[in-house]
């Protein structure tokens, strides 16, 4: 069973950075895709941004795009979230998905890390 710990969450003021790590914890882990989702207060998790693991472009919602950066070391089975200008609607809890196939839902999720960006 693969588990996946996110961590580098915390208090950040507007337009402050923050990056994010996801480790697997499995060192043979190759997944297809890793994504990051985001749940604020009250609101639906929602889709902030996946990679495929063998490389090509990353894909980003729209609310983050020019502003967040994915990318993984595949040596330290680790993907990453650099968040920049960051902005109080970003608060959240972060989590990092896996997904063993092409197409389909995550089959692994992490524990979530809080991020919150004051005014």
């Known amino acids: 069973q693969v588990q996946l710990v996110e961590s580098g969450g915390r208090l950040v003021q507007a337009g402050g950075s923050l990056r994010l790590s996801c480790a697997a914890s499995i060192r043979s882990f190759s997944p297809s895709r890793m994504g990051w989702f985001r749940q604020a207060p009250g609101k639906e998790r929602e889709f902030v941004a996946y990679m495929w693991w063998s490389g090509g472009a990353p894909t980003y919602a729209d609310s983050v795009k020019g502003r967040f950066t994915i990318s993984r070391d595949s040596a330290k089975n680790t993907v990453y979230l650099q968040m920049n200008s960051l902005k109080p609607e970003d608060t959240a809890v972060y989590y990092c998905?896996?997904?063993?196939?092409?197409?389909?839902?995550?089959?692994?999720w992490g524990q979530g890390t809080q991020v919150t960006v004051s005014s």
């Open positions: 998905a896996a997904a063993t196939s092409v197409i389909g839902q995550y089959d692994y």
